[in-house]
Nanobody, 123 residues
Framework: QVQLVESGGGLVQAGGSLRLSCAAS????????MGWFRQAPGKEREFVGA????????YYADSVKGRFTISRDNAKNTVYLQMNSLKPEDTAVYYC????????????????WGQGTQVTVSS
């Protein structure tokens, strides 16, 4: 079992930055790939990015590439999402997820989900 708790969301102006954290419980955190997804009101959950279990590989949605960076610290059981140059369209609830599937952008590849943290970007 892995429990995930996101933090770091909030209100920021367009062009600003936020760093989300996702703290995981459990001794097997380092064996899981970690993903970030987001869901805006009235929209489906969408892939934001993912990082392999070792941290050696990262993957991003085209909409955030070059602006968002995922990293992880396996010693701290934590994964991060650094978000720069934020846009109003980045407004959503952001979720982290842990999984061992191979299709990083597919929510079905993840077994555990956090409760989400709200990010609101004002124009």
């Amino acid at each position: 079992q892995v429990q995930l708790v996101e933090s770091g969301g909030g209100l920021v102006q367009a062009g600003g930055s936020l760093r989300l954290s996702c703290a995981a419980s459990g001794r097997t955190f380092s064996s899981y790939a970690m993903g970030w997804f987001r869901q805006a009101p009235g929209k489906e959950r969408e892939f934001v990015g993912a990082i392999s279990w070792s941290g050696g590989h990262t993957y991003y949605a085209d909409s955030v590439k070059g602006r968002f960076t995922i990293s992880r610290d396996n010693a701290k059981n934590t994964v991060y999402l650094q978000m720069n140059s934020l846009k109003p369209e980045d407004t959503a609830v952001y979720y982290c997820a842990a999984g061992r599937g191979i299709y990083y952008s597919d929510p079905g590849s993840y077994d555990y989900w956090g409760q989400g943290t709200q990010v609101t970007v004002s124009s």
